[in-house]
């Protein structure tokens, strides 16, 4: 394929590309954005966390890696 119509299909490509717009279902739209955030659950694993994160010190000169 030559140069020409190898430029000519990469327009032709390009401009499908930038004026296609599929349907947007705003149904499916509306229910995502209404539902409602999933519930994690992990809230109480946090707080042990958080005591030995306290804990530890980075800059402790006894730590040995």
């Known amino acids: 394929m030559g ?3 190898q430029k ?3 327009t032709r490509q390009a401009r499908d ?3 296609f717009s599929p ?3 705003l149904a499916a739209l ?3 954005l209404a539902g409602k955030k ?3 659950g992990h809230d109480h694993d946090f707080a042990e ?3 030995k994160y306290n804990a530890y010190d980075e800059y402790d000169e006894d730590s040995s890696y």
């Open 3 to 5: 140069r020409g119509r």
């Open 8 to 10: 000519a299909k990469a």
């Open 17 to 19: 590309m930038k004026y």
């Open 23 to 25: 349907a947007t279902d």
């Open 30 to 32: 509306e229910r995502e």
């Open 38 to 40: 999933p519930d994690r």
């Open 49 to 51: 966390y958080a005591e």
